[in-house]
């Protein structure tokens, strides 16, 4: 099951009780208040007078959440654990309105956020080039690639802990096994669609899990 993801600009509430009348048009939130709904009714909306939409597929959950991990690494230098258990500490920093968001279906992020975290991805988006550009030595072997393999707590191995977890892969029988040019070009392209996806909703819209 994959996750995709939609974003809308000049979102229009609408009238809509589900059944044939709600088609491919309407975006509807998930029924229960959401801390980055920004004043958007709950509900059915749809593209505005001059609004655009677009949507793309950011993966398997598994992927998408080796893919949140990468980004976090990347920007703050810790696990998303980290973020999620210490929030106040990361308030402000770059991504951690996506990092600490909920994937569930018909979640979604508002226009201001969305405003904030396009610039985010545009000032970080030269070092995720570098940082997606070629393959990395830096977790444990698996025979199922990083883009759609299931991902425990604390999974992920920090680069400054790299000899360390050496070690316990190979008292585990284990190695290390590099992120391959595929997984970092599949992440590339997820991070070039969110950019794109903040950007669009920032103008009086919003993005949605579903």
């Known amino acids: 099951m994959g996750l995709d993801i939609v974003a809308i600009s000049k979102a229009v509430p609408v009238e809509c009780h589900g059944g044939d009348e709600c088609d491919e048009t309407h975006f509807q939130f998930c029924p229960h208040p959401n801390k980055r709904r920004e004043g958007l009714n709950l509900g059915c909306h749809v593209?505005?007078?001059?609004?655009?939409?677009?949507?793309?597929?950011?993966?398997?959950?598994?992927?998408?959440?080796?893919?949140?991990?990468?980004?976090?690494?990347?920007?703050?230098?810790?696990?998303?654990?980290?973020?999620?258990?210490?929030?106040?500490?990361?308030?402000?920093?770059?991504?951690?309105?996506?990092?600490?968001?909920?994937?569930s279906v018909g979640a979604c992020i508002g226009p201001m956020t969305s405003k904030k975290l396009c610039e985010d991805f545009a000032a970080f988006a030269r070092r995720a080039k570098e940082y997606y550009a070629k393959p990395k030595l830096l977790r444990p072997q698996s025979p199922v690639p990083i883009s759609t393999r299931a991902k425990g707590k604390k999974s992920r191995i920090n680069q400054a802990g790299l000899h360390g977890a050496a070690r316990l892969a190979n008292a585990l029988g284990g190695g290390l096994a590099s992120v391959d040019s595929d997984d970092l070009a599949w992440m590339q392209e997820v991070y070039d669609d969110f950019r794109k996806a903040f950007k669009l909703a920032s103008n009086g819209g919003f993005v949605m899990f579903c």
């Open 47 to 103: 593209v505005g007078r001059g609004g655009r939409s677009r949507g793309f597929g950011a993966g398997t959950y598994a992927g998408y959440d080796a893919w949140r991990r990468e980004l976090c690494l990347l920007a703050l230098g810790v696990e998303p654990e980290e973020v999620w258990e210490h929030p106040r500490r990361f308030r402000g920093k770059q991504f951690v309105e996506l990092i600490d968001f909920p994937d």
